[in-house]
């Protein structure tokens, strides 16, 4: 069981089964049969639609969300910032338990070495992003420097 908490500190379990699977496909022509089998191309759409990605798992945890008066409108209001990784993770996690167990060491193993390498990047894209901006400010401030002052302007 995967589980993770939203920004209202609503705590959530996902948990697939053929008949939440179904609901998935009828409401938003997703197949979470198949979503996994394309390099992580439609897992990586999905993610990158944040509406879409909360309305599937709402139909995920709709049991749950209902039993606690929790509306799908009132579910998206929580998702944010780090809810929205937690979810992510937990998706892709309780995506990994339905599959079948050759399938579902793969993915887990493609979740952890994906993990790993972001964890190794990180590091090097604050540094890009430093230096970039150091750069860019750099430039603005030599081009207010060279721009005339207020005295020369009424000359």
């Keep these: 069981m995967s589980k993770f908490t939203d920004a209202k500190n609503r705590e959530w379990v996902l948990a697939l089964d053929p ?3 179904d609901d998935v ?3 938003l022509t997703i197949s979470l049969y198949t979503i996994a089998d394309d390099k ?3 897992l990586a759409e999905l993610y990158g639609n944040v509406p879409v990605f909360c309305n599937l798992v709402y139909i995920i945890v709709r049991e749950q969300a209902q039993a606690a008066g929790v509306d799908e409108r ?4 929580g998702m944010t910032g780090d809810s929205l990784e937690a979810m992510g993770e937990a998706f892709y996690q309780c995506l990994a338990e339905f599959a079948p167990k050759k399938k579902r060491e793969l993915m887990l193993l493609g979740m952890k070495q994906m993990s790993e390498h ?3 990047l990180m590091p090097l894209a604050q540094k890009r992003l430093t230096t970039e901006l150091q750069r860019k400010f750099g430039e603005l401030s030599a081009s207010l420097e060279s721009t005339p002052g207020d005295s020369d302007l009424g000359s």
């Design 25 to 27: 496909h009828k409401e």
């Design 19 to 21: 008949i939440i699977i």
């Design 40 to 42: 992580g191309v439609a």
């Design 118 to 120: 972001q964890a190794a």
């Design 74 to 77: 009132s579910f998206m209001r």
